[in-house]
């Protein structure tokens, strides 16, 4: 999810003063608003920078594989999907996943009952199949992200102006206990799925009590270290947990999204007054846990939001692990965290700093990645290459390494190490010229042709000339997809590469509106349907026949549907040809898009249902899922399966 609603005008404006001088950049390469017109009518005719059509991925056939009947469009109270599928509700925020853990009391949650029971605001999820290193579809660990909490929608008698005066300091813990991330053993008996309430495995990692460790660069910093933890080296909790990965070595990264909402205090002046900024951290406290706790009070702990902003690495098959923050990575509003095996095994994390004019990172780890060796991956993540990308005038697109000592990246300009680098990554990637772009959501490489799909949400506020060749539309309302074409190194790609082509894979919106200049696969989008043009994409993932799925944030205020689950081939006639699968109740985004090995079960995270403007706990704008009068709207995995058994999306 973006920014809080209230926060959203004066908050979400984009922290990125350094905007303005790449602008200047290009007109002085003399890009001008016709050239780029230029690039949209190229993109129309499918030969943008003479990228090749993408030949591999099953689906390269030409015959529609999707061949499920769309569904329409709504905005009501519950979901709606393809015929001939079913839909489940399989674990909701405040189930008990241990077997003595309390049932949800709606509105009476304590912190450690919550700690017990699904977190809040389901977004990332990963099926891990059972046992580890399977591909088992019947059996395996939900692990989930649970990313924020709306106290209006949480408790009785607030709203998103009076909660501030009513919240107490149970209710903050409780708000630590249901963010972070939940591991729950489900398995599946014919077409039923059901959470193993009580499996060894499942455990509940929170902002409020979870220890983990640190590594990196940015480990025992001294800008990390604070009166709990004067070694920097070890934190407690992870928070806003949004989008994420999984790694190959069979783990899970968890990326900390928008910490800048959970810090109270004066922000004009301190050490760390600049950073501050930088990253949005506004003192005023949506999340009031530093009127409770010192370490959410900037002025107590100016450190703290050094802390956050991290990829966060778990191990879900060992539920006495310590989870990682693996600071190499670099400290932005992450989104995700998704990896890609290089031709040469090296490990490419692809990641987006999800905000207005941020930025398109990947880490490429220094050693291989070693499949029969769990011991010789466990550090992968703690050495490498932290890169930003920039999308150049020529037309290619290239990642600049963000190294101390390198270019602009010295004592000049307040980097004294690479803790420093990572610790500002937002800085050190303004001072390498990185291109500014429509808020970066998920980044994720397809796992057979391993181009790269960067998927921009929208960006309302970007001018007219403010464009560029990536971000061709000023304002951007629909939000578009970059596909990145790493070269291919004896016919596998190189995710180490450091110049690439690209191209657009989808530039969202109606494509029978001239005024949208929407493009779908590289054509007009005369093929989608007026029900299977999308905005405000948000997660992708593929299934195993490596078509693309795409699901939305966002469409309720820019299109006036309920936000949706869409499917699309990615090669052949039918490219970016996206067609309507799962519709949410309102006020919901969809998150976590996740297939089971076979590809026959697809699970969603159905975020914030009820999450519109009026809607509160007392007066929801829906129910869903429970429609219960005394139950509020819960987010929930919802598990989609086709009647017949048949794979998902036929
Ligand atoms: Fe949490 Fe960028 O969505
Ligand atoms: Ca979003
Ligand atoms: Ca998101």
Redesign the pocket.
Known sequence: ??NMPELEDSDDVGCNPSTELSIAALIEARLSRRTVLKGMVAAGAGVLFGCPAPQGGKSGTGANSLTFTEIGRFLDETHHVAPGYEVATLIRWGDPIHADAPEFRPGKQTAGEQERQFGANN?FMAFMPLPRGSTNSTRGLLCVNH??DQPHLMWPGMSPQNYAEFMTREQCETEMASQGHSIVEIARKGNAWRIVRGSPYNRRISARSTAMRVAGPAAGHPRMSTRADVSGTRIIGTL?N??GGTTPWGTILTAE??IQNYFTGDVSNGREAAAWKRYGVHGRGYYLWGRHFDRFHLNKEPNEPNRFGWVVEIDPYDPKSTPVKRTALGRF?H?CATTAVSHDRRVAVYS?D?ERMEYVYKFVTRDRYHPNNAAANRELLDNGTLYVAKFETDGRMRWLPLIYGQGPLTSANGFENQGDVVIEARRAADLMGATPMD?P?DVEAHPETGRVYVVL?YNEQRKPDQVNLANPRGPNKHGHIIEIVPPLVNGKPDHTCTECAWEFFILGGDPRNPEHRASYGGNNGAAVSANGWLAAP?NVTFDPQGRIWIVT?GQQDWAGFADTAYAAEVSGPRRGVTRGFFASPRGAEI?GPAFTPDGKTLFLAIQHPGDEQGSTYDHPSTRWPDFKPDMPPRSAVVAITKTDGGDIGS
Request: hydrophobic residues 15%.
């Open positions: 999810m973006e977004d990313e924020l806003n949004c989008a999204e928008n509003k989104e987006g999800d808020r959501e949400t948000d944030d998150c």
